[in-house]
Each structure stands twice: as structure tokens, then as C-alpha cells.
């Protein structure tokens, strides 16, 4: 139960607690003939959010809106009303007297008067328009005023006969990609970011462990194998000995902002929510636990593997159990029993996706995967000089207070106009601020690096020239134009900059942006091979929404001996704890702290650096 008060049936928690109180759920069924659930509630602002992007208003009223919708999912009730009579609902962040209101109408009608106004002078189906990489509330604006368009499949079969390409700003080119956005967007419906997932995940697991039957729930699936990309949440939840698995599974897809549900009557439930999340929901009894996480957890081709291996053994698993030839129950109290069983060193769940870790874990051979405390610094960090947020000191600051003992500063060069690259007057600047702080930071064994994240030019050369390149401690080199070039022009164009000796970082190596594009056409496997080769460090970008190098190349870097530097590519100090999930796709492509550049110290980054330049 919720620690703060475990008997008001409604204890209020904000932010990251969540707390479905659940038998209060189960008995207010038949009393409340319309209850307005918190998911449902934070649906409803998020879609007000969007109608309102679409409209093109005031983007700070959206945005009071989407924040309003956030703070309402974090409640995590299934009654909202009993908040606004006590008032206990003005603590949530980011409520003001308009979202309040929507939601004073809420739980008075169930409806929306607000938003039913805006769904009549807008189409619903222009919502789904934004989901469509590209495609900016403007653009759909346009879309709709012009060619009277309401849905995907009108937007289809207009980019498909012409008519799109003919809207001014328009033109064949915009067209396809829509087009290819629009079935891009259809495969990856339930899909979300890792970050999301895990969000959702916990919020759904701690709403699991309210439930007076259910003694332990965990994460399993995508998420816990810290995939990128993650197709639902997946949770397995241990019931009493003497519950009744399959009637707990049910009872959950009758909770608020449920929208449809499958598997009722099985210990298994698939309960799709209002706002396009899923959970796969699998209850069972205390001695299947171990087993049924492991299952749920997966890879499948791990679990299949694994399997085949514990036959070899005379050990079958049967649905949730192991049994020996004799058929005899043989306990397993924890997966570290399981993988024993089958004469294998534990493999953490991150590993588990049939990439070797089986034959690794048979020779005791399993890397010592990458920890937090193993980063010493970070290299990949934009400031206000070029388009990050914050000033130099600042991100300093941020390192220090994460336990760092260097950042490296890294702004866009002078081809980058659109992210307002650096002229050399401004380089200079910052060199001499750098210098300066410098000093300060000395007497506590910090270090500033002083870099540039150059431009990859479209002939292969890095941007600004041998001089200036070489005043930098650190150069990363990236791509950020010219994304349509063909394989071979694009691996050669990269190839090249390898042989600069002012580079030392291969930054985001294959562009790709996670749910909205495709990495472009690149043979990442030479590019590696070469870096590996002249000793550029490849990146592991740490932005969630690159996190590039993907986990498979990392892989491939670590087997052909290439050094990685893990970057946040921070344009904000709170950017910088995209190292965290930097560190578990690291370790999902098997590194150790000797692979990672980062894992050395100032003297040990700049020393590397300077190695290849002669
Ligand atoms: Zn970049
Ligand atoms: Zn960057």
C-alpha cells in the first residue's frame, strides 16, 4: 500500500509514486456510474495540447497543457473526483484554472466541452497527422485548408496521385517522404523510446504491487532487456499461493482508461489503454515466478537457446516449470538457479538476445559489462555559444555534481548555420573563457577540454581547417547535411574524414533518429573496421532518441577492437544524464569500462587525441 497513508483509499502522491488504490477500484465498480480515471483525464488534455499545436495558437498553451496532462497520468487514480472536492488537486504541477476546469468537466460529464469545440472546427484525424515525422502542425494546416484532407488514408492517396506535390512548398520530394512516414508511422503504433517505456513500466508495475494478491511484480520483456525501442510494457506478477492467478489477471482490465483488452480467463492478459499504451500482463503462482520472468523477459531466440541447452541436460521446460527425465518438479527459486541448471554463468537480461552470450556464459567468458561510475567525463556537450542552453560554466558545473572530473565542450562548427555554428572569432572567445575557468577549476582537479563537433563536409573534409583544429583538444566529427547521398558516396565520405588526424570522435555515425528516421545509407561495418584500424574513437550518442551507434554495432566495434566514446551530446546541463542511458545500451553492446574513451581521465582523452595527429 501507499506508504504516506495506507488507508485513505485516495492518498494522493505526486510525482513518480503512483497509487491505484485497488480495492477500492474493485468495490467502486458498481457504485460509480462515471468515474474519471487520471490516464483517461491526461489523454484528453494531451489531445487538447495537440488540437491546439494544429491550430496554430499561442505553442506556451499547448505546452500548459501537455504539462497539465503529464502531472495528471502521474496521480495514477481511477476516481479523480474525490482530488477536487478536497482541493488536493491544486498540488499538481502545471494545473491552472483553464486545465482545471477542463477537468472540473471531466469528472462532472465525462466529456470535454472544450475539446469537443475544438474536434468540430478540427478533424481527429489530423492528430494522427503529427505522428508523421516531418509533418509539422503548420504543414498539416496547410494540408487540411488546401486539399480539404481529413485522415491518413486521404493524405495517402494524395501524396500517391499528385495532388500533394502540387500544394506550394510542397513538391514530389516532400511527398514521398510523407509517404514513407505515413508507413513507417503504421509499424511502429505500440512502439515507444525506451525512456517512455520505462516510465510507463514502473508506473504500471507499482500500480500491480497495490493489488492485496500480488506479493511481487517485475518488468520483463523489451524494456528490461533495455531495448531502444520497446513494443509495450511487459510485467509478471507473483500471486499468493492460494490465489486464483487468471481472476487477478482479469480484474486489471477492468481499471480505469482501459480501452480493450484480450486473454480474460488466462493467466495471461493483453489490456491496451487509451493513450496507445499496452501492457501484457502475466500473473502466476509463487513456484513459477522465477521461471515465467525469465520466459517473459526473453529474447525468444535466448529463451530458445537456453531451453535446448538444459534438454541437452535431461531438464524440460514445461510451460512456467523445469522437470527432470523422471518427470519431477525441479525448483528454481531465481533465474541464477535457472542458468546453473543449465551449467551457464548468469547472463544479465541485457545481454539475452542470442548474440554469442550463450557460448560466452558456457566458457565463463561474459564480459564485465560498463557501470555508471565507470564514465570519468563526457565529451560530447553544446553550450549557449552554438544551440545549447546553457552557458560553459554551467555545464561544468553539472559534470562536477555528477561525480565528473571533465566535460568536454563541443559546439557546432561554422557549416552548421542552422545550429548557429561557430565563426572563429566566436572559437577564439570561447577558447579564452575556457582558459579562464580553467584556473578556477584546478585547485579541484576539474578539467574543461576544449572541442568542436566539426561538420563532416560532403567531400569528406572536416570543417574550419588544420589551424584552428589543432588549438582543440578534442575534434568529434559528425554529419549533418547532405543525408540523401547513396551508400557508397556516404561510407567513402566518411572513410575520408577518417583520415583527418585532427579527428577523434565519429560522432551519431549512422544519423538516425529512433521512430522518425532511418539511418542513412552507410556501410557501418567499413566505417568501424577503419576507425578501429587509424584509431577514431566511434560514438555511442547518447541522446535517446539517436543512441547511435545501435547496440548490435557496438558489438561489431568491441570485436574489431574500436575505442567508444559514450556522449550525451548535451545542449542543457539536465541533458547531461543521458549518460545513464548511455551506460545500458553500452553495456547491451557488451562493453567494458577498457572500451569506452571516457572511462580514462583528461590527461588519458587528450592524450589519445593528440596521438593521431603528427
Ligand atoms: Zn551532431
Ligand atoms: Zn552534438
Not at 557508397?488 to 560522432?507: I, N, Q, S
Not at 573496421?529 to 551507434?549: F, G
Amino acid at each position: 500500500m501507499h506508504p504516506s497513508n495506507p488507508l485513505h483509499p485516495y492518498s494522493l502522491c505526486l510525482w513518480g509514486q503512483h497509487c491505484y488504490s485497488y480495492k477500492t477500484v474493485v468495490s467502486a465498480f458498481a457504485l460509480y456510474a462515471l468515474r474519471m480515471d487520471s490516464r483517461t483525464a491526461s489523454h484528453i488534455l494531451s489531445q487538447i495540447a495537440a488540437f491546439l499545436e494544429l491550430r496554430g495558437e499561442n505553442p506556451f498553451k499547448a505546452r500548459a497543457y501537455e504539462t497539465a496532462a503529464r502531472g495528471v497520468l502521474a496521480l495514477g487514480v481511477d476516481d479523480l473526483s474525490p482530488l477536487l472536492t478536497s482541493g488536493e488537486i491544486g498540488r499538481v504541477r502545471g494545473l491552472g484554472p483553464a486545465t482545471l476546469s477542463v477537468i472540473q468537466d471531466l469528472v462532472d460529464t465525462g466529456s470535454s466541452r472544450y475539446l469537443d469545440q475544438l474536434r468540430e472546427a478540427t478533424p481527429e484525424g489530423l492528430l494522427d497527422m503529427l505522428k508523421i515525422p516531418g509533418l509539422t502542425p503548420e504543414k498539416i494546416h496547410k494540408i487540411h485548408k488546401e486539399l480539404e484532407i481529413t485522415d491518413l488514408v486521404e493524405l495517402e492517396e494524395a501524396a500517391k496521385s499528385g495532388r500533394l506535390a502540387k500544394i506550394r512548398g510542397f513538391g514530389p520530394k516532400t511527398a514521398e517522404r510523407i509517404l514513407k512516414g505515413i508507413a513507417y508511422s503504421r509499424e511502429t503504433d505500440v512502439r515507444a523510446l525506451y525512456p517512455h517505456a520505462r516510465a510507463e513500466a514502473e508506473h504500471l508495475v507499482a500500480l500491480l504491487r497495490e493489488h492485496p494478491e500480488i506479493t511481487e511484480a517485475a518488468i520483463a520483456g523489451d524494456v528490461r532487456r533495455y531495448r531502444e525501442v520497446a513494443s509495450g510494457v511487459t510485467i509478471v506478477a507473483c500471486c499468493h499461493a492460494n490465489a486464483q492467478p487468471e481472476a487477478i489477471a482479469a480484474s486489471f482490465t477492468r481499471i480505469g482508461g482501459v480501452k480493450s483488452a484480450t486473454g480474460e480467463g488466462t493467466d495471461t492478459v493483453e489490456i491496451h489503454f487509451v493513450d496507445g499504451v499496452m501492457l501484457r500482463l502475466r500473473c502466476v503462482l509463487p513456484e513459477q515466478f522465477a521461471v515465467a520472468l525469465w520466459r517473459a523477459t526473453g529474447s525468444a531466440e535466448h529463451v530458445e537457446l537456453v531451453r535446448a541447452r538444459l534438454a541437452e541436460r535431461g531438464i524440460l521446460l514445461v510451460g512456467d516449470e523445469l522437470r527432470d527425465n523422471g518427470s519431477a518438479r525441479v525448483p528454481i527459486d531465481d533465474e541464477k538457479s535457472l542458468y546453473r541448471a543449465a551449467d551457464l554463468d548468469y547472463i544479465e537480461p541485457e545481454l539475452r538476445e542470442a548474440e554469442g552470450e550463450i557460448d560466452a556464459a558456457a566458457r565463463r567468458a561474459l564480459p564485465r559489462l560498463l557501470e555508471r561510475g565507470d564514465v570519468r567525463g563526457v565529451l560530447h556537450c553544446h553550450t549557449h555559444y552554438s544551440d545549447g542552453k546553457s552557458s560553459v560554466r554551467e555545464m561544468a558545473r553539472g559534470a562536477q555534481e555528477r561525480g565528473w572530473s571533465y566535460v568536454g565542450i563541443s559546439d557546432h562548427s561554422a557549416a552548421a548555420f542552422y545550429a548557429a555554428g561557430l565563426s572563429r572569432e566566436k572559437v577564439l572567445a570561447q577558447l579564452e573563457e575556457i582558459d579562464s575557468l580553467n584556473e578556477e577549476f584546478a585547485k579541484i582537479g576539474f578539467r574543461v577540454l576544449k572541442g568542436i563537433e566539426a561538420d563532416i563536409l560532403a567531400d569528406g573534409r572536416l570543417d574550419y581547417g588544420e589551424e584552428l583544429l589543432a588549438r582543440f583538444d578534442f575534434v568529434i566529427g559528425s554529419i549533418h547535411s547532405r543525408f540523401g547521398m547513396d551508400g557508397p558516396a556516404m561510407t567513402e565520405r566518411v572513410l575520408r574524414a577518417l583520415d583527418d588526424p585532427f579527428l577523434t570522435v565519429l560522432a551519431h555515425p549512422t544519423g538516425r533518429l529512433l521512430l522518425s528516421r532511418e539511418p542513412y545509407a552507410i556501410d557501418v561495418d567499413a566505417v568501424i573496421e577503419k576507425a578501429a584500424d587509424v584509431r577514431v574513437a566511434v560514438e555511442l550518442n547518447a541522446d535517446p532518441h539517436r543512441l547511435d551507434l545501435d547496440w548490435r554495432h557496438l558489438i561489431e566495434a568491441k570485436r574489431r577492437g574500436a575505442i567508444v566514446a559514450l556522449g550525451p551530446d548535451a545542449h542543457s546541463v539536465n541533458a547531461l544524464d543521458n549518460v545513464e542511458i548511455g551506460v545500458l545500451m553500452a553495456r547491451k553492446g557488451w562493453l567494458e569500462a577498457s572500451d569506452l574513451l571516457n572511462a580514462r581521465d583528461a590527461v588519458g582523452v587528450v592524450a589519445f587525441a593528440r596521438g593521431r595527429r603528427h
